[in-house]
């Protein structure tokens, strides 16, 4: 529990010196965590709907990593998708900040609140980039294409599946 709490503090610093010690449990409990949050911020805490998510947000952070180690293997970066998979799974941690955000709307402007949720979202992403450029040991730019390549194949996948489909479903219409 000590190592979490440090990492909620200085996540960076973790992942200089301690990346080989995150263990499958502290990523489970990340994402338990993360499952309660955004069951929270929905207004949802059925254990069922808890349990669903996290296997859910465990299935995606599964694929993600997976994805970014073989387009990472693809430019000659050795295999780490174990790593990467448990560190990625710890930024979930950082969902935690947004049930305070939404806490404050009713006190603050609609502005400031969008920008607390901007900045809240744009930390959690730049620890993760910085997950991945620490694992690979690569530039910032490199980090930045391997973290939105989930992103980039999902948008690409949906695209070729409409073009297939509505070509297989043209002589039916």
Same mark, same amino acid.
């Given at each position: 529990?000590?190592?979490?709490?440090?990492?909620?503090?200085? @996540? !960076?610093?973790?992942?200089?010196?301690?990346?080989?010690?995150?263990?499958?449990?502290?990523?489970?409990?990340?994402?338990?965590?993360?499952?309660?949050? *955004?069951?929270?911020?929905?207004?949802?805490?059925? *254990?069922?709907? %808890?349990?669903?998510?996290? &296997?859910?947000?465990?299935? +995606?952070?599964?694929?993600?990593? &997976?994805?970014?180690?073989?387009?990472?293997?693809?430019?000659?970066?050795?295999?780490?998708?174990?790593?990467?998979?448990?560190?990625?799974?710890?930024? $979930?941690?950082? #969902?935690?900040?947004?049930?305070? #955000?939404?806490?404050?709307?009713? !006190? %603050?402007? @609609?502005?400031?609140?969008?920008?607390?949720?901007?900045?809240?979202?744009?930390? *959690?992403?730049? #620890?993760?980039?910085?997950? &991945?450029?620490?694992?690979?040991?690569?530039?910032?730019?490199?980090?930045?294409? $391997?973290?939105?390549?989930?992103?980039?194949?999902?948008?690409?996948?949906?695209?070729? +599946?409409? &073009?297939?489909?509505?070509?297989?479903?043209?002589?039916? #219409?």
């Amino acid at each position: 529990m000590n190592f979490i709490f440090y990492y909620i503090k200085n @996540p !960076y610093s973790i992942l200089t010196t301690d990346l080989k010690h995150i263990t499958i449990w502290h990523s489970l409990f990340a994402i338990l965590l993360g499952s309660l949050a *955004i069951g929270s911020s929905i207004g949802n805490l059925n *254990i069922i709907f %808890i349990l669903s998510l996290f &296997i859910g947000l465990t299935l +995606i952070m599964i694929l993600n990593a &997976i994805t970014i180690d073989f387009v990472a293997q693809l430019l000659s970066y050795n295999a780490k998708s174990m790593i990467l998979f448990k560190s990625l799974s710890l930024t $979930l941690l950082f #969902i935690t900040f947004l049930k305070p #955000i939404e806490l404050l709307e009713a !006190y %603050i402007a @609609p502005g400031l609140s969008t920008l607390l949720y901007l900045c809240c979202f744009g930390y *959690i992403s730049h #620890i993760q980039c910085r997950t &991945i450029q620490t694992t690979y040991q690569s530039r910032g730019l490199t980090a930045n294409l $391997l973290w939105m390549m989930p992103s980039v194949l999902s948008i690409a996948s949906i695209i070729v +599946i409409t &073009i297939l489909l509505s070509q297989l479903l043209t002589p039916f #219409i």
